[in-house]
């Protein structure tokens, strides 16, 4: 094309240019050029082809504006300003009618559609599970309808009513009123939504969630020895957790690498809150891993089928648990015996010994001295015992005889 000449039109300015090889309406596709002066140079520019909706009188019309606007020196002065206005006018209306779509975007889209799915891919299964429970049964019924702008601590309120009618206990709720800011904040940091997250202005039920059952020496003892019985990896687990600490989690991810046999020490990474810590062995602890040393540093020691870690406590727990009859009766959950409960009963045990506080928060990897002080009771005895020994070695003071005069006042 750039061969081809250009010829007039009987528009002043306005010239255009065939190209034999594009055709429109059976005859050669004609490109039109606009020229003008513009800060005393010439300037011409191309507008755009016969195929594409122009022609001579379009072309005139488009440089008679761009003369105008050079002769009282406003809006766009070239055909390039005024595509580049056009283009940002375009994409300014386009970011308005995207930021009006994020607006009505609904909690439930979000949360099936975003939250959901990444999830899957960063979340163990049990929890995935459980927060898609509260979706369904409480958090969808009253908000999932909402763009998240709309969702007001009256909607959160309601749920938190419902749920409480029902029967829910204010861990669960606080749970599902956890799992909405988290849906928020998660839209937030991802640019799907702006505003506030609600959930903030919600007062989150008092919720005591502590355990209190645990074991004695003797229940423990006709526990492992059941657990024996029935499934050896089961009880070698609940072992490491009565002697170590541990929680499920923390025996489930334990890899050969892990373990220092030298030391007697099992490194724990990424635990709760993503925390690192050491547990110590006990002589009983150290033989069952001795037995399962080997292979690669990142062989789990406890793996499952196929390899894969495991993410649960095996139902032979519960059912043993349920067979001793340490749950008969009990309706509280914090007084029922679950895999949890090991951990406990090391940490109370401890006490009972009389380790300080302090050495059992380490121990135990809290991240604070109050969730440690649950079990500052059980060490009553121990302080007691404390005074009684400072009491035995004090000397019994003496109190001199005051002079019969001094008593005169």
Not at 144 to 163: A, C, N, Q, T, Y
């Amino acid at each position: 094309m750039s061969q081809l000449s250009k010829q007039k039109t009987i528009y002043p300015g306005v010239r255009f240019r065939e190209n034999p090889n594009r055709k429109f309406n059976s005859k050669p596709d004609r490109y039109f050029f606009i020229r003008y002066r513009y800060q005393g140079k010439l300037k011409e520019e191309g507008v755009g082809w016969s195929s594409e909706g122009w022609n001579a009188v379009k072309a005139s019309n488009v440089l008679a504006k761009i003369k105008e606007s050079i002769k009282i020196g406003e809006g766009p002065q070239s055909l390039a300003e005024k595509r580049k206005v056009l283009k940002e006018k375009r994409e300014a209306e386009q970011a308005e009618k995207e930021r009006r779509s994020l607006e009505n975007i609904t909690f439930n889209h979000i949360f099936l559609n975003r939250y959901l799915p990444y999830g899957k891919n960063n979340r163990d299964e049990k929890t995935n599970r459980r927060e898609e429970d509260l979706f369904k049964l409480w958090l969808s019924p009253v908000i999932g309808d909402l763009p998240l702008k709309e969702v007001s601590p009256f909607h959160l309120e309601r749920i938190k009513k419902e749920m409480s009618d029902a029967g829910r206990s204010p861990r669960t709720v606080s749970y599902a009123l956890a799992v909405t800011r988290q849906v928020f904040n998660f839209a937030k940091f991802n640019n799907l939504y702006s505003g506030e997250v609600p959930v903030a202005k919600v007062k989150m039920p008092n919720a005591d969630n502590k355990r209190y059952r645990y074991l004695t020496h003797e229940e423990a003892n006709r526990l492992l020895e059941y657990l024996a019985l029935r499934s050896p990896q089961v009880y070698e687990m609940a072992l490491i957790s009565l002697h170590c600490g541990l929680r499920a989690g923390e025996i489930f991810s334990l890899t050969q690498g892990d373990l220092d046999f030298e030391n007697g020490t099992m490194f724990l990474r990424d635990t709760k809150k993503r925390r690192n810590r050491t547990a110590f062995m006990t002589q009983e602890v150290k033989k069952i891993l001795q037995a399962k040393a080997g292979g690669e540093k990142e062989d789990l020691v406890f793996p499952g089928r196929d390899g894969i870690k495991i993410s649960s406590i095996s139902d032979t727990f519960e059912r043993i648990v349920r067979d001793l009859g340490f749950n008969t009766g009990i309706t509280d959950r914090r007084h029922k015996v679950v895999f949890h409960t090991l951990r406990h009963t090391y940490a109370s045990w401890l006490v009972e010994s009389g380790v300080d506080l302090y050495t059992v928060k380490k121990l135990m990897g809290h991240s604070t001295i109050a969730m440690t002080e649950r079990y500052s009771h059980l060490g009553n005895n121990t302080l007691q015992n404390a005074v009684k020994l400072l009491e035995k070695n004090l000397k019994p003071a003496t109190i001199p005889a005051i002079k019969e005069e001094a008593r005169i006042f």
